[in-house]
């Protein structure tokens, strides 16, 4: 009998008062909050940021193709399980989905916005909301936190707050605020997040590598959403972070994984015929080696990775269903996954549909 199926990768709704009620009171007045548009709908406006967060896509998961707008969506239009705990035990099983791993929707933009104290302001706020959020079921409901990264003691702080929180993982800013994540800096901040358990991730357009700014039409920005978090592995391995931390573990969102094997492919070609003339760090195994190891990736309608299981570390491999955002198979997941999965051994399809997030999360000990 196959196991529940897990979600590697869903996300909450931020609730109005999400900022508002729980943002350091030198904060409040900045807040990011709702206003109404006559013309636009609902709108998330973050001060300091040029443009709002529209809801349209939002509140896309099971919407038709031609019926997918920016804006227009209010808060009432919202999936209410986005923002309501109990709602979202029903939205899971019209799915088929047993529990989801869950990461912020407005938290996401924050990732880049410039004010750093500012942003480290929110994330602790919606630290506060999330944890409280997953508490109501938490063998159901995974959450994942956020740091602003300011600097590298107050990471490690912010972790140690996240796991008292009951939170699992720790969503990182693509640029964070000291050096970037291959500087031997931030050495204190990974053995950290190894002893405290929190897998390291990395959401496409938590970057300021990523942007729906792209050349010709405006379709092909949706093609380049994945290279921040491409740019941000080979940051890791080429820079030999995992060779100086045998334990730690890095999980790339929503970015696909059938374009895998040939990444590590590439990245073995540049380091044994390119690293003479591009100096890389200190490595003692290919790079592919580091990455099937080291690096977990997160997926959703992706054909592709389902066919090259065999050229990958099948136990890195975590399907997800995105819900309740614009690129979702919510609420027809089960039809996805019976077209692209059924060719695999029930052994590979539990890893990828259960074991392997419930591994990597301690989910196990809530199943028992």
């Known amino acids: 009998m196959a196991k529940p199926i897990i979600s590697a990768d869903s996300h909450i709704t931020e609730a109005p008062g999400t900022y ?64 309501d705990p109990d709602a979202r035990l029903g939205e899971q099983d019209v799915d088929g989905i047993s529990a989801e791993v869950l990461y912020p929707t407005v938290g996401m933009m924050l990732c880049n916005h410039p004010d750093f104290d500012y ?8 630290n506060g909301w999330i944890a409280e959020y997953c508490a109501a079921h938490p063998d159901r409901l995974i959450g994942v936190g956020q740091t602003a990264m300011r600097t590298v003691e107050e990471g490690i702080e912010d972790l140690r707050k996240m796991k008292t929180l009951g939170l699992r993982g720790v969503m990182m800013p693509g640029n964070p605020a000291v050096a970037d994540y291959d500087d031997p800096v931030y050495a204190p901040f990974y053995e950290a997040a190894v002893d405290l358990g929190l897998p390291l991730s990395f959401h496409i357009l938590t970057s300021q590598q990523d942007s729906f700014k792209a ?46 094997p040939h990444f590590m492919y590439r990245m073995d070609h540049a380091w044994e015929r390119h690293r003479y003339w591009l100096p890389a760090g200190t490595l003692t195994k290919k790079p592919s080696e580091y990455f099937r190891e080291h690096v977990y990736t997160t997926f959703q309608d992706d054909w592709v990775a389902f066919q090259v299981t065999d050229l990958c570390n099948v136990r890195r491999l975590m399907w997800a269903n995105d819900f309740p955002h614009s690129d979702s198979t919510w609420p027809h997941s089960q039809d996805v996954l019976a077209a ?29």
């Open 20 to 83: 508002v009620d729980r943002i350091d009171r030198r904060f409040r007045d900045r807040a990011p909050h709702v206003v109404r548009d006559p013309k636009r709908g609902d709108l998330f406006v973050i001060d300091g940021m040029d443009k709002p967060i529209p809801m349209g896509l939002i509140a896309a998961a099971g919407k038709p193709a031609e019926e997918l707008r920016m804006f227009g969506a209010r808060m009432e239009d919202m999936h209410p399980g986005g923002f």
């Open 119 to 126: 942003k480290h302001a929110c994330f602790d706020a919606y």
């Open 215 to 260: 050349r010709g039409p405006r379709l092909n920005a949706f093609l380049s959403i994945i290279r921040g978090c491409q740019d941000i592995i080979g940051m890791f391995v080429l820079g030999g972070v995992f060779e100086r931390h045998p334990k730690l573990k890095l999980v790339c969102v929503e970015a696909d994984a059938g374009w895998v």
């Open 340 to 368: 692209q999965a059924a060719h695999l051994s029930p052994a590979d399809r539990d890893l990828i549909l259960h074991d392997n997030v419930a591994e990597l999360y301690g989910l196990e000990r809530l199943e028992r």
